[in-house]
């Protein structure tokens, strides 16, 4: 059974290699997947396997750093970090803050 990430073989197209600017999320995302690292929080066999988790229908429709932010919200969840319903809690609070700022 292929992973999503297994695509060799098969008709996908061409693969786009532009480069684009990083915006600031990504950065910040790419940035604490370092710090993880660095902390001996995750490794790069971890953050691997938990992007291979997400899916075929996530990982088709998620964005590269979306993958890595849900590959290490479940990592961190699974290890004990930190918990859904704190994660949960922090998206409401910033929502409701973008919902603000927006009105």
């Known amino acids: 059974m292929r992973t999503p990430n297994d695509i060799g073989g098969l008709d996908e197209g061409p693969v786009d290699v532009a ?5 600031f999320w990504e950065k910040q995302i790419d940035a604490l997947n370092m710090l993880l690292g660095a902390k001996g929080i995750r490794r790069t066999d971890e953050n691997r396997r938990y992007i291979e988790m997400l899916g075929h229908d996530a990982y088709n429709t998620l964005s590269y750093y979306e993958r890595w932010t849900a590959s290490m919200s479940r990592l961190l969840i699974d290890k004990g970090y930190i918990t859904q319903e704190e994660i ?9 803050r973008l919902a603000k700022d927006a009105g």
């Open 88 to 96: 949960d809690a922090k998206v409401a609070e910033i929502r409701g």
């Open 19 to 23: 480069i684009h600017d990083l915006t």
